[in-house]
């Protein structure tokens, strides 16, 4: 009696009608679907990561931890001074010269002068400006200095001849230029030094026209 034949080999997976393999192994099928899974999620990784970025900018430190955005150094402008009250201050009439000189001036003026805001003013004059509490302050167009004559002495501070008053008011020492067409007065309080002065003359030297100095008419 013989016996059962064994089974012979498993026969091959026909091949596609397309001309391709046969149908795909389970570990071909895992390994493609984690392919997709990869192309997919690498570049929603990168939105998010770009979003992070630019999102998280922001912080409650204002920009100053190390993933915040640096803020550059003077680009915050103070505000007046909205608690000083108004100031007062008589000016005589403007000229054409000042009309034509004085708004360069005033459009280069700082907000803050040698660590004081700016305050409000009231004057027949728009070419007025002031800071602090006790005030400096600024006069383009202002009346040539009564005490100035040819030989007085004077302060020059970058190019600009100032003629320096401390009588006519006992808080105040008033500084006038003289070589300007149009006399720029900067009133300080007698208490502070002159780096108001030093700060305003760098202006007045390159907005208002120099002329050779001349006394009061």
Do not use: H
Not at 32 to 61: E, H, K
Not at 70 to 78: I, V, Y
Not at 93 to 104: D, G, I
């Amino acid at each position: 009696m013989t016996s059962p034949a064994s089974p012979g080999p498993p026969a091959p997976e026909p091949p596609a009608p397309d001309g391709t393999e046969g149908p795909r192994r389970p570990d071909d099928i895992t390994r493609r679907a984690a392919l997709i899974a990869t192309a997919v999620a690498v570049p929603v990784v990168v939105v998010l990561i770009v979003l992070i970025n630019v999102l998280g900018g922001s912080s409650d430190d204002d920009g100053k931890g190390d993933g915040g955005v640096a803020q550059l150094s003077g680009s915050r402008t103070p505000q007046r001074a909205e608690d000083l009250p108004t100031l007062q201050v008589d000016v005589p009439p403007v000229t054409p010269a000042a009309e034509l000189a004085c708004p360069v001036l005033m459009q280069q003026l700082p907000l803050e002068l040698d660590g004081e805001q700016s305050r409000l003013v009231r004057s027949d004059s728009p070419y007025v400006y002031a800071w602090g509490d006790p005030a400096v302050v600024m006069i383009c167009g202002a009346e040539p200095p009564a005490g100035y004559v040819v030989g007085s002495s004077t302060i020059q501070i970058d190019q600009v001849q100032w003629f320096v008053d401390t009588t006519s008011t006992k808080d105040t020492t008033v500084w006038t230029t003289v070589d300007r067409n149009v006399p720029v007065q900067v009133r300080v309080p007698a208490s502070a030094d002159s780096a108001s002065v030093t700060a305003l003359g760098k202006l007045v030297g390159t907005a208002i026209p120099y002329v050779d100095p001349t006394p009061a008419g």
